[in-house]
């Protein structure tokens, strides 16, 4: 059984920092392209960042501009999102996924939720002005 569990979120202060972690177990983590995605009340759920199932290609939504970064650690099957200069706007439910495919994600990036498979239960991020 495919588990991915987040931890991290919390509530901060505008320009501050978080790092989120996704812990995986259940599925050949390292062989998985793995990203972040967001859901805020009232919206759609947004593309936050991806990683390729190598580790070599990372892609970021066009709102990340450089705040984000986000890595993996094949040997512990952990995914994370550092995340600097927090907004308000950056509020939302912070998701983990998994590739439903394997070895992918170095060619192009994976940036569509159908994409995934897997999915986490999510954290909250709140970010207050």
């Known amino acids: 059984q495919v588990q991915l569990v987040e931890s991290g979120g919390g509530l901060v202060q505008a320009g501050d920092s978080l790092r989120l972690a996704c812990a995986a177990s259940?599925?050949?983590?390292?062989?998985?392209?793995m990203a972040w995605f967001r859901q805020a009340p009232g919206k759609e759920r947004e593309f936050v960042a991806t990683?390729?199932?190598?580790?070599?290609?990372?892609h970021y939504g066009d709102f990340v501009k450089g705040r984000f970064t986000i890595s993996r650690d094949n040997a512990k099957n952990m995914l994370t999102l550092q995340m600097n200069s927090l907004k308000p706007e950056d509020t939302a439910v912070y998701y983990c996924?998994?590739?439903?495919?394997?070895?992918?994600?170095?060619?192009?990036?994976?940036?569509?939720?159908?994409?995934?498979?897997?999915w986490g239960p999510g954290t909250q991020v709140t970010v207050s002005s």
């Open positions: 996924a998994a590739d439903s495919q394997v070895y992918r994600g170095t060619e192009y990036p994976l940036r569509v939720s159908t994409e995934y498979g897997y």
């Open positions: 990683i390729s199932w190598t580790g070599g290609r990372t």
């Open positions: 259940g599925l050949p983590f390292r062989k998985h392209a």
